[in-house]
């Protein structure tokens, strides 16, 4: 059981390239979700979703895209990156029946010159 | 929205000392309110939450109380160790059977001296 996992760990992008995210939860969560956090502002919501086929914004999501075709994986896309994407991302799971808990996955630090 | 404001935002203290973080939010109907403990380069992991139909919940050196009248809550470390050092952050959210939000507080660092 690997639980929350992302890739990559560590990722440099130059201003206007795309890329996408990875996170995949292991553990049958129907909820999931991606945060953002920057020095002094704590983890911010981007995007979540409560099913497959189901997703829905949170507080930051301009410049961000995500689907879920599948329970278990949960991809965040950047469309064209900016420097103010500099941040490290979480992605988080949690059950419906486990209350409220949310696990997150170990980050991924991105950086936009 | 909800907001949740946390101070203080860098907290230091002796070993042994007790160490006290607070928050307050805005949204009377938030009613699910974990903290979170992140050391550097880690993710957050859970360290203690509390639901609105209780007012203080303890977990060994840990605790927490909720007053939602005033709509604050507060994690209480005894004993604090060297270990205990790292990012605590606190956060709230509407629980319940529909999906939870989680709004976070901005972090407080919280350094234990040996």
């Known amino acids: 059981n690997a639980g929350v996992t992302q890739t990559p760990k560590f990722q440099v992008l130059k201003t206007g390239q795309s890329m996408t995210l990875q996170c995949a939860q292991d553990?049958?969560?129907?909820?999931m979700s991606w945060y953002r956090q920057d020095p002094g502002m704590g983890l911010r919501l981007i995007h979540y979703s409560v099913g497959a086929g189901i997703t829905d914004q949170g507080e930051v999501p301009n410049g961000y895209n995500v689907s879920r075709s599948t329970t278990e994986d949960f991809p965040l896309r950047l469309l064209s990156a900016a420097p103010s994407q500099t941040s490290v991302y979480f992605c988080?799971?949690?059950?419906?029946?486990?209350?409220?808990?949310?696990?997150f996955g170990p980050g991924t630090r991105l950086t936009v010159l | 929205g909800e907001n949740v404001e946390q101070h203080p935002s860098t907290l230091s203290v002796q070993e042994g000392d007790s160490a006290v973080i607070k928050c307050t939010y805005s949204?009377?109907?938030?009613?699910?309110f974990p903290w979170y403990k992140q050391e550097l380069g880690k993710r957050p992991q859970l360290i203690i939450d509390i639901r609105s139909n209780v007012g203080e919940k303890k977990d060994q050196r840990i605790a927490v109380t909720l007053n939602k009248t005033a709509k604050h809550f507060s994690l209480h470390i005894t004993e604090t160790q060297p270990e205990d050092s790292a990012v605590y952050f606190c956060a709230a959210s509407v629980g319940g059977t529909s999906y939870g939000k989680l709004t976070f507080g901005q972090g407080t660092i919280l350094t234990v001296h040996p």
């Open positions: 553990m049958n969560h129907e909820y």
């Open positions: 988080a799971s949690r059950s419906p029946t486990r209350a409220d808990t949310q696990y």
């Open positions: 949204d009377s109907a938030s009613n699910y």
